[in-house]
């Protein structure tokens, strides 16, 4: 990493199950970042961090614990209040790393964390470039459009949208001309993602963020 690269990257989304964690995967792998969740909400099954673990190969030691593990898959705020915790935004340090730390939101931007902060304030707090995740089906343009806004307004820097989904050339069209933003990648939909799939992909890039593949 240069002395001019980021510290790392937010990743966000337009929504919530739309492929950001396999977003997550093929960033990290191809910047050679490592990997930083900060409220897993969800704690049945494979949790975000185990999937992109599992789709990178890459080990243990890239990835940071979160600061807050919940059991209900909702809303961090409403995950914790069911667990009895209390987020605290002072709780949320960005990792140390000799690498650039690529940070997985929850949700889209506006989600809450407890009763004064949003996910965007996370942002804000971190001062960290911001990576948008949008699904590339119906809908996605005024979804897309809306969360570009909610970054602008706040002045956080936002280097990209990554449509994950089945092509749709109308919509990236769209995303890139009426938000004024690069699209910095266009995944397909994969039914057995693996990670040998995830390896053939493309690699990101991301202008100014010049960083070695793992």
């Known amino acids: 990493?240069?002395?001019?690269?980021?510290?790392?990257?937010?990743?966000?989304?337009?929504?919530?199950?739309?492929?950001?964690?396999?977003?997550?995967?093929?960033l990290m792998k191809g910047l050679g970042l490592d990997y930083w969740k900060p409220v897993q909400s969800g704690l049945e099954g494979e949790t975000d961090t185990e999937a992109v673990r599992r789709l990178t190969g890459l080990p243990e030691e890239r990835f940071h614990p979160s600061?807050?593990?919940?059991?209900?898959?909702?809303?961090?705020?409403?995950?914790?209040r069911l667990d009895g915790v209390e987020i605290r935004m002072n709780a949320f340090l960005l990792p140390d790393s000799p690498r650039p730390v690529l940070v997985e939101g929850a949700g889209g931007l506006l989600v809450p964390l407890n009763d004064d902060a949003l996910m965007v304030d996370l942002i804000a707090q971190l001062i960290l470039p911001v990576v948008l995740v949008a699904r590339s089906g119906l809908g996605t343009i005024n979804h897309t459009l809306l969360s570009i806004e909610?970054?602008?307004?706040?002045?956080?820097?936002?280097?990209?949208?990554?449509?994950?989904?089945?092509p749709s050339e109308s919509n990236r069209e769209a995303i890139g001309t009426y938000g004024r933003v690069p699209v910095i990648g266009q995944l397909p939909h994969i039914d057995d993602l693996s990670a040998d799939a995830l390896a053939a992909m493309t690699p990101p890039h991301i202008p100014g963020f010049e960083v070695t593949p793992s």
């Open 1 to 26: 990493m240069s002395r001019s690269s980021p510290r790392g990257l937010f990743l966000t989304g337009t929504d919530t199950d739309i492929g950001k964690t396999v977003v997550a995967a093929w």
């Open 67 to 80: 600061a807050y593990e919940t059991h209900t898959p909702a809303s961090p705020h409403l995950s914790a």
């Open 150 to 166: 909610a970054l602008r307004v706040r002045k956080l820097p936002l280097v990209g949208v990554v449509i994950n989904g089945p």
